[in-house]
């Protein structure tokens, strides 16, 4: 057979006219030689050959050699097989992309024979095309992943912007000559009222925040409340209240700062917000938040040393329930702001300001809502408010904690406690009482959860209201606001707003001496 039978031979025309000199030498050599020469040497000899394109009917075809080819076709190789006549002519040609072959001698030879994907220019142009494909995939996926990284990362910024504004307020010392360009000579006044607050809150720009807060050199620890500290401290050569929580207690600084900035809370009722800061010393994180200082101190300290008449109890109760409706009250426009129900009412919680008005403090706890889509906003504080001020449906956790009306509602019973509190240091034809603090005569002093809930909701017991207050006109008209605040049925008791529309009449009687409730 040719090809001295069993050795098919394929060739690329490189192995093949390159090699041929040398390997006339060796023994590998003239077996090769003798194989190439065999096709020109017995023209005659035919061999069976694979075969799949015209005019082949059996899949074989009978030829000098056998080949397998491949060819590109619309971008596509295709492969083919079948029989030639002259080995040296047709099996010429360097393996291209567009075309390449490979032959063989032997019978069937062709059948098992493919291409092998080597050749350097063909794997070139496919290593050019893959490398392209390659470089490309993976960079517009990259892309696509970094724009997608990018849009979160902002809105994760704007978030923390208007939740946290102090997370990363660490700047040390380097931030020190910020602090005088930014703050320069201004007062507090000054700065609280230019037009430069935060935008939607009531504070000032957090850098500023930041800055004067550092600023400030501590002068007296005032008050040491449950969870922090509350000192008067000195900026610029003007008082300020600094309450620096514990850490046990950050939820409330993040929920005071937060609220303090998101909603406009300028208030005369409402103690003034300076700033918040936050800052790291011996690896331990402090929580600053400033407001305004009032010397008068709480409610609560005013109220052991300083007896009232009838229209210092009435100013302070009528400028309390005004704090309460704008915290209550849901305002809208570009000046609006949610409703804030408190959570924390008491007299410990009031500061009362030099000219006899109070102003509520502290909305650690509170919660916003707004009609805008029934939006709730509980926070996330784990604290709860004091039990000696907490309403029945508190007690019997009978509240229903996704209705914003039942926060508002127990701030009302809190507020009839207060003004118990209040109308107790009145004095009325002479008399009037020591300083207590609510259900004094039921509970002991820290009182537990059961011991209030035993009084107020198995009891339904409410303090004591003075005899003494019936025999004047404007303290009745607060006895019966009192006892409209202390119904068991949350949706029973008076609103805010009606209490205050009550009290600001009362007020006006009070400059024509003529009281009707
Ligand atoms: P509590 O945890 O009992 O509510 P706080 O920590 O809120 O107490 O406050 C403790 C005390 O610090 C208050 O009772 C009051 O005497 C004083 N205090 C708080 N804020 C101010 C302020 N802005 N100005 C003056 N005194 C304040
Ligand atoms: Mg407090």
Redesign the pocket.
């Known amino acids: 057979m040719a090809g001295s039978g069993a050795i098919g031979l394929f060739t690329w025309k490189s192995q093949q006219t390159g090699n041929g000199g040398k390997m006339l030498h060796g023994a590998i050599g003239s077996l090769l030689l003798a194989m190439l020469t065999v096709p020109r040497s017995v023209p005659a000899a035919k061999v069976r050959c694979a075969c799949d394109v015209p005019p082949c009917t059996n899949a074989t075809c009978l030829g000098q050699v056998c080949f397998v080819s491949r060819s590109l076709q619309d971008g596509e190789h295709t492969q083919s097989k079948g029989c030639l006549s002259n080995y040296l002519e047709n099996c010429k040609g360097y393996p291209m992309e567009e075309y390449a072959i490979r032959c063989c001698l032997s019978d069937m030879c062709n059948w098992n024979l493919s291409f092998p994907v080597k050749g350097k220019q063909i794997q070139n142009s496919f290593s050019l095309k893959n490398l392209l494909l390659m470089i490309l995939v993976p960079l517009l996926a990259l892309l696509v992943l970094g724009g997608l990284l990018m849009l979160s990362l902002w809105k994760l910024v704007r978030r923390c912007k208007r939740q946290l504004p102090f997370r990363h307020s660490d700047l040390g010392d380097s931030d020190m000559m910020l602090k005088a360009s930014v703050v320069g000579d201004s007062t507090l006044q000054d700065l609280l009222n230019e037009d430069c607050t935060t935008g939607s809150g009531s504070g000032l720009p957090f850098l500023v925040q930041r800055t004067m807060a550092r600023q400030i050199t501590l002068v007296e620890c ?9 000192w ?1 401290g000195v900026w610029h050569g003007e ?3 600094v ?1 620096i929580f514990s850490s046990r207690d950050e939820q409330s600084w993040f929920r005071e700062t937060e609220i303090y900035n998101t909603v406009l809370l300028r208030h005369d009722n409402i ?1 003034g917000y300076i700033a918040s800061d936050m800052t790291s010393r011996n690896s331990s994180t402090q929580l600053w938040l400033i ?8 409610l ?2 005013y109220l052991q040393r300083t007896v009232l008449d009838t229209e210092a109890c009435l100013s302070l109760a009528c400028s309390i329930i005004c704090g309460l409706v704008h915290l209550h009250v849901e305002m809208f426009g570009t000046q609006g702001k949610p409703a804030i129900a408190h959570r ?1 009412l ?1 007299s ?2 009031i ?1 009362v300001k030099n000219n006899r008005e109070c102003c509520i ?2 909305l650690g706890l509170a919660v916003m809502h707004s009609q805008d889509g029934d939006y709730l906003d509980i926070g996330n504080n784990p604290r709860v408010g ?1 039990k000696r001020y907490m309403a029945p449906e508190v007690l019997d956790e009978q509240i229903r904690t996704d209705c914003f009306e039942s926060y508002k509602q127990t701030d009302i019973w809190a507020y009839g406690l207060v003004l118990w509190e209040i109308t107790r240091r009145t004095v009325v034809n002479g008399i009037v009482e020591d300083y207590r603090p609510p259900f004094f005569d039921m509970v002991p002093s820290d009182p537990s959860f059961e011991e209030m809930k035993k009084v107020v909701c198995t009891d339904q017991q409410t303090p004591t209201v003075p005899n003494r207050l019936y025999s004047d006109s404007i303290l009745s008209t607060l006895a019966k606001i009192m006892k409209e605040c202390w119904y068991q049925s949350p949706s029973a008791r008076l609103t805010a707003l009606r209490i205050k529309k009550t009290l600001k009449k009362l007020g006006s009687s009070l400059e024509k001496p003529k009281a009707d409730y």
């Open positions: 005032v008050g040491k409340g449950r969870y922090g500290e509350v008067r008082n300020v209240a309450k103690l407001t305004h200082y009032h010397e008068n101190g709480s609560y300290d924390d008491k410990r919680n500061l403090a502290d004091t």
